[in-house]
């Protein structure tokens, strides 16, 4: 019997076992036990759930909206009075940080804890509680206000994992301020783009960022970009950590503790639904960071249905999404989701492997008795290099664990299997994107566990409903057929609803090619029973002498060799086929397998699992990928590179020394013969 028999919804389990009805779930997914036909499907549950979000949206969202406090009920759940750009609960007024505080304070939850900062790379954990959460939003939001901080205005967020980002990003909720949060350590001209962009009142930062064996200074890197910038902010708070000490400018800059013991605590401040709670800046092609808009009504309301209907959470059990607030995912899952819901959340300063080992997780899940964690699969494709046969698994008990959930690129089979065979609970992988903020496919482990297919996110959520077309935007013929995965319109809730200040960008990044349909850059396809395979972006398509093949399917086989930890597969220019396929391959610690064998039985590999038209005979062995800070592969970089074409350095790069070995291992192959330049 595997270990996740006792922690799965007891009914669920017993029709996976035996047969016996599964719980009834009512119109909006809350399980309870009325009787359901024995004969049903696994979908059954959920399909009615799914069916019932497109059918009569407007009832679906309205009953899920009842989980929270409002203000003011919405005149309409969903306005489409300015079609393509919907708005939800128009007319509606609440306030996200009363939703995610001070309704749990004075349900009696105040003593519960809300935050558990576990810091490795400081060797220092701190449990703030739902009482003390309160204050400290409520006194910050004051000291905001003190310095002139009103509704409406911008406030840049510039800080590492530590709890005082999120009583930012809420003090600013309280007070109907926009935040922005930019990732901790960016670089100063990326930091002086959004600063021109979102034109904030104010920046909060703390003194700087902690990474294995060094720390990054914050404070200059700020001091360069508000010099850069054209819009110079008023006033900028600044955290001051012990193991670096900034200076601060004067009649600019503020102790953050100085601040908070001059303020007063502010009460929450009712917004309009549709008013902007965040902008989040993601990648542009133009150069021009886009930065997506979230909404307050629609996103706490998307959210908290996310909570205890995809992940299954229950208010008081521990959620660890183990990413970085400067992502999507920390927004969603660190921050407002888990907080939304009553839960308590992990924010976690640390590394998957070196803070100080392939064990770091598994001793952050047990010493909180995580029930479910969010992560990228990247994560574990690291852990899995330096522990291979999961060793340090088994050091720590983790009896209170029942899901885990991947996210942020593409999770190859391989890597999820690897993981289950592991921890013994369910790997979920899901999809979605920083313009969405919650899943578009998943398994609903909080309504019905579906199957599990290697390589899918499972099925789409409540309001997405997805569909793939060809070039000419028509649907495929059939089940199994690849084309562009697209939504159609409306979006649900929580879905951007434009970019700031930038209607027709929007319109023709995300709308124009598909009118009706929200691109979304993926490429992928449905089978016959409705799972949805994402394969790769849509530009990794690649086109071998006519034939159409997906890169992701490549990297799947590669990824399947025992010796393989992870891997990336690129298109490159080639005059006679258009383009051939080019795998680069890291392998796991120990493998003493010459590298010529190994490249030798992965060229083989493709050839008999994909077949000779993917004509797939250049592969190299590297020591790491280049990826971003997040952990997506810089794909499309490793192409410019191979084809000799300029290229920008992404803002969000890891480490752009990575780029240098790139260019090394494609020497070797014959391709990269321009200089490089890493300044391009």
């Known amino acids: 019997m595997p270990r996740w028999a006792g922690v799965l919804p007891g009914a669920v389990f017993r029709h996976l076992v035996d047969g016996r009805d599964p719980p009834h779930a009512d119109g909006n997914g809350i399980r309870s036990h009325a009787g359901q036909n024995a004969g049903e499907s696994m979908q059954g549950i959920y399909r009615q759930i799914y069916e019932r979000s497109l059918e009569r949206p407007d009832e679906f969202w309205a009953e899920a909206a009842e989980a929270l406090h409002w203000d003011r009920r919405w005149d309409r759940v969903l306005d489409d009075s300015r079609a393509p750009f919907y708005r939800?609960?128009?007319?509606?007024?609440?306030n996200t940080c009363y939703n995610a505080v001070d309704r749990h304070v004075r349900a009696g939850r105040g003593a519960q804890p809300a935050i558990i900062h576990d810091s490795p790379v400081t060797g220092t954990k701190r449990v703030i509680t739902y009482g003390e959460l309160l204050d400290l939003v409520a006194r910050f939001a004051?000291?905001?206000?003190?310095r002139g901080v009103r509704h409406g205005d911008r406030v840049i967020i510039y800080m590492p994992m530590v709890p005082e980002a999120l009583v930012a990003m809420l003090a600013c909720a309280r007070i109907g301020a926009i935040h922005s949060v930019v990732f901790g350590g960016f670089a100063a001209h990326e930091l002086a783009t959004r600063i021109d962009d979102c034109k904030p009142v104010m920046i909060v930062a703390a003194s700087c960022g902690i990474?294995?064996?060094?720390?990054?200074q914050y404070k200059p890197l700020i001091d360069r970009a508000i010099e850069e910038a054209a819009h110079k902010?008023?006033?900028c708070i600044v955290l001051q950590r012990p193991e670096a000490t900034a200076a601060l400018t004067a009649g600019r800059d503020?102790?953050?503790q100085a601040a908070m013991a001059a303020a007063h605590p502010v009460d929450c401040v009712a917004v309009e639904a549709t008013d902007p709670l965040y902008i989040l800046y993601t990648s542009g092609t133009t150069g021009q960071p886009k930065g997506v808009v979230r909404d307050h009504g629609g996103h706490a309301t998307a959210l908290l249905w996310s909570m205890r209907h995809i992940y299954g959470m229950q208010p008081g059990e521990v959620f660890w999404a183990a990413s970085d607030v400067g992502w999507v995912v920390g927004h969603s899952y660190i921050c407002y989701a888990p907080l939304l819901n009553g839960s308590t959340t992990i924010v976690y300063e640390g590394k998957p492997v070196g803070t100080p080992d392939a064990g770091a997780f598994w001793r952050v899940i047990a010493e909180h008795k995580v029930a479910a964690m969010f992560t990228a699969p990247t994560a574990f494709r690291a852990i899995r290099k330096e522990d291979p046969e999961g060793e340090h698994v088994r050091r720590y008990d983790l009896a209170h664990f029942r899901t885990l959930f991947l996210a942020g690129e593409r999770c190859d089979p391989d890597t999820l299997l690897w993981a289950e065979a592991q921890l013994g609970v369910p790997v979920i992988d899901h999809w979605w994107q920083t313009e969405t903020g919650w899943a578009i496919a998943a398994n609903p482990a909080g309504v019905e566990l579906l199957p599990v297919k290697p390589g899918s996110p499972t099925l789409p959520m409540p309001g997405y409903d997805v569909r793939i077309l060809d070039e000419e935007g028509q649907e495929v013929s059939g089940p199994g057929t690849i084309g562009a995965v697209v939504v159609k319109l409306p979006l649900p809730p929580s879905c951007l609803p434009t970019l700031w200040q930038a209607d027709d960008r929007?319109?023709?990044a995300y709308l124009s090619r598909y009118p009706g349909y929200?691109?979304?850059?993926?490429a992928g396809y449905v089978d016959a029973d409705g799972y949805v395979f994402i394969m790769s972006r849509i530009d990794d398509i690649i086109n071998v002498a006519g034939h159409r093949l997906s890169t992701g399917g490549m990297e799947e086989v590669l990824a399947g060799h025992p010796a393989v930890a992870e891997c990336a597969v690129i298109g490159v220019a080639d005059t006679l086929k258009g383009e051939l396929p080019m795998g680069f391959v890291v392998l796991k610690s120990g493998v003493t397998k010459p590298e010529a064998e190994v490249m030798k039985e992965l060229v083989a590999k493709v050839r008999d699992e994909i077949g000779p038209?993917?004509?797939?005979?250049?592969?190299?062995v590297v020591k790491r990928l280049p990826k971003t800070r997040s952990g997506k592969i810089l794909r499309g970089i490793m192409k410019k590179i191979a084809d000799d074409m300029p290229f920008n350095m992404p803002a969000t790069i890891d480490d752009p020394a990575i780029l240098d070995e790139i260019a090394e291992a494609l020497q070797g192959l014959g391709y990269a013969n321009a200089k490089h330049d890493r300044d391009r």
């Open 88 to 94: 939800w609960f128009a007319g509606g007024r609440l």
């Open 142 to 146: 004051g000291a905001l206000v003190q």
């Open 211 to 216: 990474e294995p064996g060094r720390v990054v």
């Open 233 to 235: 902010p008023r006033h």
């Open 254 to 256: 503020l102790d953050w």
């Open 506 to 508: 929007y319109r023709q």
């Open 518 to 522: 929200y691109l979304t850059g993926d």
């Open 613 to 620: 038209v993917a004509a797939f005979k250049l592969v190299a």
